[in-house]
């Protein structure tokens, strides 16, 4: 079982940065890949970026060159940083988990933990 928690969502100005932590419970973390959802109201859940357990990383082509995720492992935590942000970029940022997604990183079907979810609001 592992358990997410979320952090970091705040109120920024356009064009400023955040970084969202996922803490993540569990001793074998390590062996999971990982990925931010967002979901902006009215809308569906979205991919943002995946990792996976070598360290691969993915992102949804849009946010490519503004957003990067990384993992410290160490620490058991996943990190979003979102630079360049966008009033486009508000929603709730969820984290989520999986032992094993293939190629499928960007579906949310396929993701078995999920943390709570941190709002990040970007004003104009």
């Known amino acids: 079982q592992v358990q997410l928690v979320e952090s970091g969502g705040g109120l920024v100005q356009a064009g400023g940065s955040l970084r969202l932590s996922c803490a993540a419970s569990?001793?074998?973390?390590?062996?999971?890949?990982s990925a931010w959802f967002r979901q902006a109201p009215g809308k569906e859940r979205e991919f943002v970026a995946a990792?996976?357990?070598?360290?691969?990383?993915y992102y949804v082509d849009h946010l490519k060159g503004r957003f990067t995720i990384s993992r410290d492992n160490a620490k058991n935590t996943v990190y979003l940083q979102m630079n360049s942000l966008k009033p486009e970029d508000t929603a709730v940022y969820y984290c989520?988990?999986?032992?094993?997604?293939?190629?499928?990183?960007?579906?949310?079907?396929?993701?078995?933990?999920w943390g709570q979810g941190t709002q990040v609001t970007v004003s104009s």
């Open positions: 990792i996976n357990r070598s360290g691969d990383r």
């Open positions: 569990g001793r074998t973390f390590s062996s999971y890949s």
């Open positions: 989520a988990a999986a032992l094993d997604v293939g190629g499928g990183y960007y579906n949310t079907g396929l993701y078995n933990y």
